[in-house]
């Protein structure tokens, strides 16, 4: 089955570093996406993971392990503002699917001073 | 650049009540869909389509249906509302899997509530 899990809540200090993590299990896999949702409003794309590896953006870092079915979202520096939602998705791409976006429950993160 | 838009923000509809939220986005991406977002569930897929003239049902599509006639437009109607479709909608585009750039844009939202 499809599954994507992270947890539920975190809560970190500002200008501190927070690792936000997520495992899956899906049929196939065709890149891992992490997107911030501040309360009330739409996703938008933080970082894209195909590849096993770390993909660095500023202050913030996604990192892959296929094999292990693992990905993070690393926030370095945290800021008032990076409170917010994150939510881990996988693409499924496989012979039966036309890649799919399936979304984790999200991490809510709160940023406190 | 508009990207994805989506109309209307809020809505409240009667149970029973049908309507239609829009969704439109000028990147010329293959890929548009629907999720719902629900506390503590997540974005669950409702309909997806890959192509004009081309949908296909996702996780949760019952009470939903979808129509693809161009390129840029891919509206969802509720059938005949009822209180479980109380929830925030999101429509997304993305050009397809195996592109280089194939992270989706989300539309800002449509907060429905049925009562």
């Known amino acids: 089955g499809q599954n994507i899990d992270q947890p539920t809540e975190m809560t970190a200090t500002e200008g501190a570093i927070v690792q936000i993590n997520c495992t899956y299990q899906?049929?196939?896999?065709?890149?891992l996406f992490w997107y911030q949702q501040h309360a009330g409003e739409a996703p938008t794309f933080l970082s894209y993971n195909v590849l096993d590896g770390l993909e660095e953006k500023g202050r913030f870092s996604s990192f892959l392990s296929r094999s292990k079915g693992y990905s993070y979202l690393l926030l370095k520096e945290l800021q008032m503002k990076d409170s917010a939602s994150y939510l881990c998705?996988?693409?499924?791409?496989?012979?039966?699917?036309?890649?799919?976006?399936?979304f984790g429950k999200g991490t809510k993160l709160s940023v406190k001073p | 650049n508009a990207g994805v838009t989506q109309t209307p923000k809020f809505q409240v509809l009667k149970t029973g009540q049908s309507m239609t939220l829009q969704c439109a986005q000028d990147?010329?991406?293959?890929?548009m869909s629907w999720y719902r977002q629900d506390p503590g569930m997540g974005l669950r897929l409702i309909h997806y389509s890959v192509g004009a003239g081309i949908t296909d049902q996702g996780e949760v599509p019952n009470g939903y249906n979808v129509s693809r006639s161009t390129t840029e437009d891919f509206p969802l109607r509720l059938l005949s509302a009822a209180p479980s479709q109380t929830s925030v909608y999101f429509c997304?585009?993305?050009?397809?899997?195996?592109?280089?750039?194939?992270?989706?844009?989300f539309g800002q939202g449509t907060r429905l509530t049925v009562v």
């Open positions: 998705a996988v693409r499924d791409w496989w012979g039966g699917s036309q890649g799919n976006l399936i």
């Open positions: 899906t049929s196939g896999f065709n890149g």
């Open positions: 990147m010329n991406h293959e890929y």
């Open positions: 997304a585009s993305s050009y397809s899997p195996g592109r280089e750039v194939t992270e989706a844009f």
